[in-house]
């Protein structure tokens, strides 16, 4: 009875400690990851913890586990339009990219080593996929926007390419069981490629059949409030489980099965989403911390040198040849692909990864394992605490959508198509003085009621809103950030200063001749529609394209993606011209001394 009291008491103390080492580390600015590992690190038998753990296989099962619901509640986070924007270059990275990686980075591998070309290449396959668990909790932890179709292309990359990784892992796990080149053993491409193409169709076939489905149940299920976000999560490791049981790829039915459920309208939304959050948070805690306990720092270090030199390529070499070979066919221009290349985040998945093949018996197991360990760790070190710093140095960040103040948590039926979302007025909104019924609502938006200085205002006297009012309305979800943009004040958007400002319709041709912006003679359209020729997919406030030395910024825009303001931006900064002015300050200060 008391080792079950101190088991409670251990679990409890570790998710605790977690959370307040999470909340240390990011004062500090360090990657709330890198916290997480280093705790579980500290807790285990080399540590003041003293906790001995050494389960691998029990450890693999549970981080399957996380790692499912760590990536279904990213697919619940995806809108549709996140998936229209990014999905073309994000399945190129997920695939030829992790295969480009893989290649250059197991080709240093061995090299390093010196093990041979096929450990090499196994190597490169654990530590090729980024993760969705550190790019999730990057783009969400702190609030943090990206230009639409770069935090689009990393998001749904980091969510798919794990299938291709784990494929990747497996069969060169087979091949080194059968003897690899070494015994004579022939490697059968043509059914590797059939087994590549089975994982990747069941596991889609599954995540978008069962995903459509929990959606349908949910909103026909007459459940205590509670249940239903129980119910999702149950759902959502059977998927996870079915598809692996079938052969397919499990990790893409739990994302896919997200993505297809999210964008339903369900029954107890609000409430299934706030628990998923809340549950994702846990299982990457518990994941991370047992992946730290797993590990003897003291058998790290045979293998420290050649994993450092492993990372080393892959961040610097591997990752962004992949990414600038697979985004050539699309207009990214020269920073988005470097950020998008220094993104390439490690977390847990390497070192999942990794736990397969010393599972299955590979030779020279833990040296996989320590060197995915010491990759990761480097990643998050290098990477991980650079990127807010390079986000803005290179101007990625874009205004969030602002967050509807107060905004009710009202459960309407499933089939009624309209939320409810309440506001209190601030100083600075569009909507205070102007008459109530010369206010530009969205379709099928109403005002329900208006609550000034605690009293609920009878219709008859509706005639303007002042700062402070509190009200009610009710508007299809579609237009719930049309509806924000009129109602919450321009502070809460963070697009960066732009030196001037213009109407969506302003013809292009004036600017162009006034501030030396390249185009061509005949050019007759307007500044909105030139820009939103610049730009991939649907324009969304904050985007950004480069015309010579100066950029245009989409300042608003509509639901349809019409440009409604634009702003200029001159002598716009980029890589090449920070990096040489860096270059240029440290020839002085050297020149000095």
Not at 269 to 294: A, K, N, T
Not at 402 to 415: F, H, I, K, T, Y
Not at 480 to 492: G, I
Request: hydrophobic content about 50%; aromatic content about 8%; glycine content about 10%.
């Amino acid at each position: 009875m008391d080792a079950a009291f101190d088991l409670m008491l251990l679990a409890g103390g570790l998710l605790a400690g977690s959370i307040l080492v999470g909340v240390l580390s990011q004062r500090v600015g360090a990657p709330l990851m890198l916290a997480f590992l280093g705790l579980g690190m500290l807790m285990g038998e080399e540590g003041p913890g003293g906790v001995i753990f050494d389960d691998f296989r029990g450890g693999f099962l549970a981080a399957s586990m996380a790692l499912a619901v760590i990536l279904f509640d990213g697919g619940l986070r995806t809108p549709i339009d996140t998936l229209r924007a990014g999905y073309k270059p994000a399945v190129l990275l997920a695939t030829i990219g992790v295969l480009i990686t893989a290649g250059i980075t197991g080709a240093a591998a061995a090299l390093v080593l010196d093990s041979g070309w096929l450990h090499g290449l196994l190597i490169g396959a654990i530590v090729a996929s980024t993760d969705a668990a550190a790019v999730f909790l990057l783009l969400h932890q702190r609030g943090t926007e990206l230009r639409r179709r770069v935090g689009a292309s990393l998001e749904l990359e980091s969510g798919l390419n794990d299938p291709m990784a784990v494929f990747l892992t497996v069969t060169l796990v087979a091949f080194v069981q059968e003897g690899g080149v070494s015994s004579g053993a022939d490697f059968d491409f043509w059914s590797a490629g059939l087994l590549f193409l089975q994982q990747m169709g069941v596991g889609l076939l599954i995540g978008v059949g069962g995903g459509f489905l929990l959606a349908q149940v949910v909103n026909r299920l007459e459940l205590a409030a509670g249940l239903y976000p129980v119910f999702v999560t149950a759902s959502a490791l059977i998927l996870f489980a079915v598809a692996q049981k079938l052969d397919g790829s499990g990790f893409l039915a739990a994302y896919v099965a997200g993505i297809v459920t999210g964008n339903h309208r369900l029954r107890a939304d609000r409430l299934i989403r706030r628990f998923h959050d809340g549950l994702s948070w846990i299982s990457q805690i518990m994941l991370l911390v047992m992946l730290g306990l797993l590990v003897t720092p003291s058998r790290l270090l045979p293998d420290l040198i050649p994993g450092i030199a492993v990372a080393l390529v892959l961040i610097f070499i591997a990752r962004p040849v992949a990414v600038f070979l697979c985004l050539a066919p699309f207009r990214f221009d020269w920073d988005e692909r470097a950020f998008i290349a220094w993104v390439g985040l490690r977390g847990a998945v390497p070192i999942v990864l990794a736990m397969i093949a010393a599972l299955s018996g590979v030779p020279d197991g833990s040296q996989l394992f320590h060197i995915a360990f010491i990759v990761v760790i480097a990643s998050l070190l290098l990477q991980g605490w650079t990127i807010p710093r390079l986000s803005r140095a290179l101007d990625m960040d874009i205004a969030p959508a602002p967050e509807a103040d107060g905004r009710m948590d009202v459960d309407l039926a499933s089939n009624f198509d309209r939320d409810v979302v309440a506001y209190t007025i601030r100083p600075g909104a569009k909507v205070i003085g102007k008459v109530i019924s010369a206010i530009g609502w969205p379709k099928r938006t109403r005002l329900l009621t208006i609550i000034r200085d605690g009293v609920v205002l009878p219709k008859e006297k509706w005639e303007a809103l002042e700062p402070g009012d509190y009200v009610l309305l009710i508007t299809p979800p579609e237009f719930a950030h049309e509806v924000d943009r009129l109602m919450l004040t321009q502070e809460n958007r963070r697009i960066r200063p732009v030196d001037f400002e213009f109407a969506g319709e302003t013809p292009f041709r004036g600017i162009a001749g006034a501030y030396s912006l390249p185009w061509e003679p005949d050019e007759a359209r307007s500044v909105g529609e030139v820009l939103a020729d610049e730009l991939a997919g649907r324009p969304q406030a904050g985007d950004v394209a480069r015309f010579g030395t100066a950029a245009l910024v989409v300042m608003e825009a509509d639901r349809d993606g019409n440009i409604l303001r634009v702003g200029l931006r001159l002598d716009a900064p980029t890589l090449r011209r920070r990096w040489r002015r860096i270059m240029e300050r440290t020839k002085k200060r050297f020149g000095r001394s």
